[in-house]
């Protein structure tokens, strides 16, 4: 139990174009989901945290209107990077969050690796 | 949130055992230590969790000393699929806290 996917594994797209990035709860309600980018030999560094209906909490240094997050439901989350840069180019992987479940853990779904051209 | 410092790599034998080191001096009382594990362009998988002493696992065994300023992740007789890297995190637990990935520690198992 407590999986999370995301969609697409791989994406290669041309600068400038945007891209969006899904993420989904498979077997439980996430009340809290987060966004985190990983640059190569680099640890993960949070970007978001998204609750569900409300506005996504952008760390510092992070573009919100760059980097559009919205959480419409319990079971899905999207990322959308506008107008996409190579600097943009990196693994992209969120986690979900939901009371109740072993450990109160986040559940960390596969990545997403954007390369842009 | 607690910093933590680890190793930022290690080198193992198969079939030995391995434990790495978190230092966390300034945690929290509600804090716990929690430790995931990242292969190659994978998202981190929960190894182990605790508060205090020891906690085991079918992977992993978790040390934590009484002043709770560090923990020792401990992995039994390692094999090559063990290798990858292991972040020790420490936050409250129960709640949709941030988490906050500190370097890491890249372990490699070879033969």
């Known amino acids: 139990g407590a999986v999370v996917s995301q969609h697409p594994s791989r994406v290669i797209c041309k600068s400038g174009t945007s891209v969006k990035i899904e993420c989904r709860s498979l077997d439980f309600q996430a009340t809290t989901m987060f966004w985190y980018r990983q640059f190569p030999k680099q640890s993960l560094m949070l970007m978001a945290t998204?609750?569900?209906?409300?506005?996504?909490?952008?760390e510092q240094g992070v573009e919100k209107d760059k980097f559009l997050i919205n959480h419409a439901s319990l079971t899905l989350s999207t990322l959308t990077v506008t107008s996409a840069h190579p600097e943009d180019s990196s693994f992209y992987i969120c986690?979900?969050?939901?009371?109740?479940?072993?450990?109160?853990?986040?559940?960390f779904g596969p990545g997403t690796r954007l390369t842009v051209l | 949130l607690a910093k933590t410092t680890q190793p930022i790599s290690m080198d193992s034998y198969e079939g030995q055992e391995v434990n790495i080191t978190c230092s966390h001096n300034n945690i929290a009382t509600n804090d716990y230590i929690t430790w995931y594990q990242q292969f190659p362009s994978q998202g981190p998988r929960f190894i182990i969790q605790g508060y205090k002493t020891k906690v085991t696992n079918e992977v992993a065994s978790l040390f934590i000393p009484a002043d709770r300023k560090s923990s020792t992740l401990s992995l039994p007789r390692v094999s090559l699929s063990d290798t990858a890297v292991y972040y020790c995190?420490?936050?409250?637990?129960?709640?949709?806290?941030?988490?906050?990935f500190g370097t890491g520690t890249r372990l490699q198992v070879t033969l």
């Open positions: 995190l420490v936050g409250l637990t129960g709640t949709a806290s941030k988490l906050t």
């Open positions: 986690s979900a969050h939901s009371y109740g479940l072993r450990y109160n853990e986040q559940f």
């Open positions: 998204s609750n569900e209906g409300s506005k996504a909490t952008y």
